[in-house]
């Protein structure tokens, strides 16, 4: 379905297009009037809870069986580098199938991984080699999986006026199984066992499945193509590269990814060593920056219009890269939680600020494509950055490369600030088109 045709609407998907939503309240939540947006909200809810269990879980028995900060960069990179390879190649293929139908492919095979990782866990045959394994598995899925659920956000609100405020949402609903995963892995951790995470996120699975299923969608297009894969993976390529706004915003994106997100897999060595805590300081550490990110992720819902986003991209890395730095410095426990919930909403309030931008201005023929290459900035440059994470941490200790790597972050929000004013004048005359500013207006 074109994201452009917005009076072509699915049966049954708003089911309470009340105008009032667009004002008051209400508007932060106006894409929930989107049926199928709901569905997929409900969904993803519980799904969502899992996979943090897992990220954490994952981390916590990487650490339990090595006790390597080297070995936990090197899963980090394992699960994260074949969505850099295979991404671009999967965004074709998303702009060619039924986004839906990917979806529920990339979920089932999801939760298949999960009950893997639960059943050796659980029967005390898991080594580093399977969870190596397993994270690669999980790696291939991603690549299909993420530019494929960020297409597809456009078919579920229909309005391209509510794509942002559905991207925000989405973040809310991200980071607040930010919040509650990481919370309930740390105690369950604590009392059983990592395998019990691993279940409970590969059943969470059916959740998204059962939501997926239950969408009214018009027929899918036929997606016969005439042109070879080649030339489509070409192209998506010319576009991203030579479209400046898009090219400068993945550019930040990525070095946000390779040097700051990183920390992350480093989160055990500060709960145990540096905060001489345990499973559940990891998992406080964990929820704080999900109050960060979710406090950023409803003030993002809150706004009414995509106006002023471009503008926050190289504040939010700037408050990012002072958080990790401040984070990296502390010893103290209530210290840590505060630096790293800041970290939380920097970085949140770049990802889906980034995130809106591109949304909004990529057009609707190369969506799939254009998401790919998102996908490779935010988790594809993840592993060169976790796998230099774990080998600056054997080095020169964890904290010392987590205050590096902030200021990494922070001369990357520099860079983009330079070349903001070229990239609001590319941006202007889409916004104007598009209605989102006045014909004669200037980008505010």
């Keep these: 379905m074109s994201g452009n045709d917005e009076s072509t609407i699915a049966s049954g998907d708003v089911s309470t297009a009340d105008p009032s939503l667009n004002d008051g309240p209400g508007h932060a939540w106006r894409a929930l009037r989107h049926r199928n947006f709901r569905l997929f909200f409900g969904g993803q809810s519980i799904s969502l809870i899992g996979t943090w269990m897992t990220r954490i879980a994952t981390s916590w028995l990487v650490y339990r069986l090595t006790g390597s900060a080297l070995l936990l960069g090197t899963v980090s990179f394992a699960g994260q580098i074949p969505t850099f390879l295979f991404s671009p190649l999967a965004g074709v293929w998303v702009d060619r199938l039924d986004r839906r139908q990917v979806l529920i492919w990339t979920q089932t095979l999801s939760m298949i991984q999960s009950l893997a990782l639960a059943a050796l866990t659980l029967s005390h045959q898991i080594t580093i080699h399977w969870i190596l394994g397993l994270s690669v598995m999980q790696g291939i899925i991603n690549a299909f999986d993420m530019p494929g659920r960020q297409s597809f956000m456009i078919q579920m609100v229909n309005d391209k006026r509510d794509l942002s405020n559905a991207i925000a949402i989405n973040s809310s609903m991200v980071n607040m199984a930010r919040l509650i995963g990481p919370s309930l892995a740390g105690m369950l951790i604590a009392v059983t066992s990592e395998g019990w995470c691993f279940l409970i996120d590969g059943i969470s699975y059916i959740a998204v499945i059962v939501s997926l299923l239950m969408m009214h969608l018009p027929a899918a297009r036929s997606m016969r193509k005439t042109s070879s894969t080649l030339t489509d993976l070409k192209a998506g390529w010319t576009y991203v590269s030579q479209f400046l706004p898009i090219r400068t915003i993945l550019l930040l994106f990525a070095v946000v990814s390779l040097m700051g997100m990183p920390f992350v897999v480093l989160m055990p060595i500060f709960a145990a060593k540096v905060l001489h805590g345990g499973p559940h300081t990891l998992g406080f550490l964990m929820g704080a920056m999900g109050v960060g990110a979710l406090v950023s992720a409803l003030a993002l819902a809150a706004r009414k219009s995509v ?115 070229a990239v609001r004048r590319e941006i202007r005359p889409i916004y104007r088109e598009l209605g989102i500013l006045p014909p004669e207006s200037a980008l505010e």
Excluded: C
Aim: proline share 3%; aromatic share 10%; glycine share 14%.
């Design 307 to 421: 106006k002023g986003l471009v503008r926050m991209i190289p504040m939010a890395a700037a408050v990012f890269g002072i958080g990790l730095i401040g984070f990296g410095l502390s010893r103290v426990f209530w210290l840590s939680m505060i630096m790293v919930m800041i970290a939380g909403a920097g970085m949140m309030q770049g990802m889906a600020g980034s995130n809106t931008v591109i949304q909004t201005i990529v057009s609707e023929d190369k969506r799939g494509r254009v998401m790919s290459y998102y996908t490779m900035a935010f988790v594809g440059m993840a592993p060169f950055g976790s796998l230099l994470a774990g080998a600056l941490a054997h080095a020169i200790g964890a904290p010392w490369t987590v205050v590096l790597n902030g200021a990494a972050v922070l001369l990357g929000a520099a860079w983009f600030s330079t070349q903001l004013p």
